[in-house]
């Protein structure tokens, strides 16, 4: 409950850019920096309508998108030992790429189209999910997507809502715990010596993504060094 007041209270905060390290938090314009160095690894910004009286920094970078595959579903995919592993402000910390290499079954391929939007009441990105199944073409149902979520997750922190740009219902990881995380992990992060940087904000989210939905590969392509496992 407290967390719920908490939440709506800050949905009315304008964000300053030091609010990144205090509260895990990004500005319009820090988003889109972190997007355009996202950029460099094969996602590519898109322009949009906004609504009337919201003035973004840049129009022709309103969300960001990218291809994505999953081969197996989770199910499928291991046993994992929940209770050995502590999660941290809503998110499993779960590290699966040695799995991911593993052969898997092509019939069971899907591919995912992955957008990320800035959601202004919570101050982070939030991600969506569509996505077809590789052997008949036919798009995936909400419910065939929550196969490649760890359940976790499901009806909790991943709901169904309306894509802000595209205007229909698509799969979303909510935004309501991405701030927290991200501070957990700039905490985290300092205490190894490392120095994060804004324009690092994307990549550490779609690490932490990666507990959500580890069957789901993207490339991201540059290593960026967090200072955390």
């Known amino acids: 409950m407290f967390q719920g007041i908490n939440n709506f209270v800050n949905s009315f905060a304008t964000p300053k850019a030091q609010d990144f390290y205090s509260k895990g938090w990004l500005t319009p314009e820090q988003?889109?920096?972190a997007g355009d160095q996202l950029t460099m690894t094969g996602w590519q910004w898109k322009k949009a309508q906004v609504k009337k009286g919201v003035?973004?920094?840049h129009p022709e970078k309103m969300y960001l998108i990218a291809n994505a595959t999953s081969q197996t579903r989770i199910k499928e995919f291991l046993s994992f030992?929940?209770?050995n592993n502590q999660g941290q402000d809503g998110f499993l910390c779960v590290d699966m790429s040695k799995k991911?290499?593993?052969?898997l079954n092509e019939q069971e391929t899907r591919v995912y189209t992955i957008t990320i939007t800035y959601d202004r009441k919570y101050h982070c990105p939030r991600l969506w999910l569509q996505g077809v199944a590789l052997n008949t073409g036919l798009p995936l149902k909400h419910?065939?997507?929550?196969?490649d979520i760890m359940?976790?997750?499901q009806n909790e922190t991943v709901t169904v809502e309306e894509h802000p740009y595209l205007h229909y219902q698509q799969v979303t990881i909510h935004p309501c715990n991405h701030s927290t995380t991200m501070k957990a992990f700039l905490d985290k992060a300092k205490q190894n010596g490392a120095d994060i940087k804004p324009m690092q904000a994307l990549f550490i989210f779609l690490?932490?993504?990666q507990s959500v939905m580890p069957t789901v590969v993207y490339d991201t392509t540059i290593d960026i060094c967090l200072g955390v496992d």
């Open 31 to 33: 988003f889109v920096e």
């Open 151 to 153: 359940s976790v997750y």
């Open 81 to 83: 030992d929940f209770q």
């Open 55 to 57: 003035d973004p920094p």
């Open 100 to 103: 991911q290499q593993q052969a």
């Open 143 to 147: 419910q065939e997507i929550y196969e």
């Open 207 to 209: 690490k932490f993504m």
